[in-house]
């Protein structure tokens, strides 16, 4: 039906919000199996987590499945109506519903996967360890300069430009964002999250992610998938396991995904899931292109008549 090149792209852990999703689930009976069988897979009551204000949707260990299952439900809509990617991306746990909308894995065993992995992350590393901040309006080159007078902090994640994030353990954060601020940050922001994700110290949570991932059935992927961890477009599923192992504890390198996935002639992006996150990424990194949102039911027909170019 797209008769331009489009990408489908999912949020990562932030985007979460009470009530997503619901309203897919009272009107399309796809979407409202996704929610029903990942309840009973994970033996967690998903709708109350997802449409319910609650503490635990902003807790890692829930906040991974249920992002997932939200934007899976949205994309099962989606494609009823008549919606189709040519290639996906997802930032950080995005990623695993970029690769069910691709063909790569089932929807319930991505919902699965980031269930333990959200457990494995958030345990991995003791409370009060690890910290993570942003950094405002600084070359991402001149970051990683400024960190290499530090052992233990690295890139988190490479939003886009003017907004790096940086990660590793608690005193080494605070000691790099003081330095940044010195070496012309405009900002730099303590952020609120429970560990060091994407840093090395997280390298004992891939190494059990992979004891999982050895039990998960990956099937030939019907369209190719970018990965955060190189930035590069994924065509064998053979490549995935190692790279979702790896992506615990590596940069989400989500603006040189878009930048590829430009290059390689994507003209239209579809974002999927709570929130216009990946749109605020985008307006940064080339604002030549438009990101369609689907987050309500009303958003799928506007999407259409986008990508049928009305």
Not at 67 to 72: E, K
Not at 108 to 122: H, S
Not at 148 to 169: H, K, L, M, R, S
Request: with cysteine.
């Amino acid at each position: 039906m797209c008769k331009i090149k489009t990408a489908f792209i999912y949020p990562g852990q932030g985007a979460q919000k009470a009530g997503m999703g619901a309203d897919f689930y009272e009107k399309n009976a796809s979407a409202r199996e996704i929610f029903d069988r990942a309840g009973e897979t994970l033996q967690l009551d998903m709708k109350a987590l997802c449409f319910e204000k609650n503490d635990r949707l902003d807790l890692t260990e829930y906040t991974q499945a249920a992002m997932v299952t939200a934007c899976l439900a949205m994309t099962k809509a989606a494609s009823e109506a008549g919606l189709t990617p040519d290639v996906t991306a997802g930032l950080s746990l995005g990623e695993y519903a970029a690769i069910a909308a691709a063909g790569g894995m089932d929807d319930m065993d991505a919902i699965r996967l980031v269930r333990k992995r959200g457990i494995l992350m958030q345990n991995t590393v003791p409370a009060g360890e690890g910290a993570m901040c942003a950094v405002m309006a600084m070359d991402a080159s001149k970051i990683e300069e400024v960190l290499e007078d530090f052992e233990d902090v690295t890139i988190a994640n490479y939003n886009c430009p003017g907004q790096i994030v940086i990660t590793g353990g608690k005193s080494g954060v605070e000691a790099a964002a003081a330095k940044l601020k010195v070496a012309g940050a405009r900002r730099t922001l303590m952020l609120n999250v429970s560990g060091p994700f994407h840093s090395p110290m997280l390298k004992p949570a891939g190494e059990e992610l992979a004891k999982e991932l050895e039990h998960t059935k990956l099937h030939p992927l019907s369209i190719p998938y970018v990965t955060n961890v190189t930035a590069r477009k994924v065509e064998d599923i053979a490549e995935t396991k190692d790279l979702l192992v790896r992506q615990v504890s590596a940069p989400v390198r989500w603006m040189q995904s878009m930048e590829a996935m430009i290059a390689d002639g994507v003209e239209q992006f579809v974002e999927i899931g709570p929130g216009k996150t990946l749109a605020g990424f985008m307006k940064k990194i080339n604002p030549k292109y438009k990101v369609c949102n689907i987050s309500v039911w009303e958003d799928i027909e506007k999407a259409v008549a986008v990508l049928k170019g009305e």
